[in-house]
């Protein structure tokens, strides 16, 4: 079993569509919870860490769900620029170790 | 702009030959640094922990003697890929840690990643 799993999609939605993605870690001594954006052959980019109390960013909602282990991201009113991978990922050892889920891939279209 | 550049963006070698690969923080110290290694469609995955000042610690089935990784200042880390093979070709991305309380939340940069064509 991975340590982090994710859906990899692709999920294709409509402009305005509202999107969720969920992610699991087997991990229970997981300390930090992130999602984070790749688009092709870039770099990823923190989009959001993810509270136990929930967090939300604009159109962006992220929820974590300790007795579950599992993470989620919502996104409403999508836009053709959320196109992107998005990254699920768990660290511990005060964040120096970092695992990545395979990723969901979002395609957003007009 | 960036906070840790890497470079070079593209590399495209010949079969057998080395390349190298840097890592440069450009706000702040970083004792560690990362690197990972990225196949089409699939996630990053962690190739090593670079220690500045050590020995690197790599991950299961990363064989250290093909990829070496030198971190000899608190600002540069290199990888090398030794005597290259088609099989090597991936992309390459590096990242660094900003300790605690030099800026706001962030506290891993990426690089912008090399990607790795063996011939």
């Known amino acids: 079993r991975k340590e982090v799993e994710q859906d990899p999609g692709p999920f294709n939605v409509p402009e305005g569509a509202t999107v969720a993605f969920n992610c699991t870690y087997s991990?229970?001594?997981?300390?930090?919870f992130f999602w984070y954006r790749q688009d092709c052959r870039k770099e990823p980019k923190l989009l959001m860490s993810?509270?136990?109390s929930g967090n939300e960013d604009g159109r962006f909602t992220a929820q974590l769900n300790r007795a579950s282990q599992y993470i989620s991201l919502l996104i409403r009113d999508s836009k053709l620029s959320d196109s992107a991978t998005y990254l699920c990922?768990?660290?511990?050892?005060?964040?120096?170790?970092?695992?990545f889920g395979g990723g969901t891939r979002l395609m957003v279209k007009p | 702009g960036a906070v840790v550049s890497q470079h070079p963006s593209w590399v495209i070698c010949k079969s057998g030959t080395s390349v190298k690969i840097e890592c440069r923080s450009l706000?702040?110290?970083?004792?560690?640094m990362f690197w990972y290694r990225q196949f089409p469609k699939q996630s990053l995955m962690l190739m090593a922990t670079?220690?500045?000042?050590?020995?690197?610690?790599?991950e299961q089935g990363v064989e250290k003697d093909k990829f070496l990784i030198n971190h000899a200042s608190l600002t540069l880390s290199t990888l090398t890929v030794t005597s290259a093979h088609p099989e090597d070709s991936s992309f390459y991305i590096c990242?660094?840690?900003?300790?605690?309380?030099?800026?706001?939340?962030?506290?891993?940069?990426f690089g912008s990643g090399t990607q790795l064509s063996v011939l």
């Open positions: 990242s660094a840690r900003r300790p605690p309380g030099v800026g706001p939340d962030e506290k891993l940069f």
């Open positions: 991990n229970s001594a997981s300390q930090s």
């Open positions: 993810v509270y136990s």
């Open positions: 990922v768990v660290g511990f050892n005060a964040g120096n170790m970092l695992t």
């Open positions: 706000d702040f110290q970083a004792t560690t």
């Open positions: 670079s220690n500045e000042g050590s020995k690197a610690t790599y």
